[in-house]
């Protein structure tokens, strides 16, 4: 089992920066592949960011060259950069390990215009 807590949403301007966290922890809490999600209200869930390993990374096309996926293997954790955010970006933002199947609680992001 993997426990996924993730850490740094917030209320942020329009142009501003967050970093959100995921720390993984468990008996299999090994990092493989790692995905970031955002559900923004009255909508679907949908990956913004995964990352495959610390060199392979896919992102939507929403948030390339504003979003960084990246990841401590020491700290077994995972990171989501955000800069230049936008009101779009709205959204409870999820971690999930896609290797192994859980997700995190989420943590609210919100942009102000």
């Known amino acids: 089992q993997v426990h996924l807590v993730e850490s740094g949403g917030g209320l942020v301007q329009a142009g501003g920066s967050l970093r959100l966290s995921c720390a993984a922890s468990?008996?299999?809490?090994?990092?493989?592949?790692m995905g970031w999600y955002r559900q923004a209200p009255g909508k679907q869930r949908e990956q913004v960011a995964r990352s495959d390993s610390i060199i392979a990374t896919h992102y939507a096309d929403s948030v390339k060259a504003r979003f960084t996926i990246s990841r401590d293997i020491a700290k077994n954790t995972v990171y989501l950069q955000m800069n230049s955010l936008k009101p779009d970006d709205t959204g409870t933002y999820y971690c999930?390990?896609?290797?192994?199947?859980?997700w995190g609680q989420g943590t609210q992001v919100t942009v102000s215009s």
């Open positions: 468990g008996s299999s809490a090994s990092l493989g592949v």
């Open positions: 999930y390990s896609v290797t192994h199947g859980y």
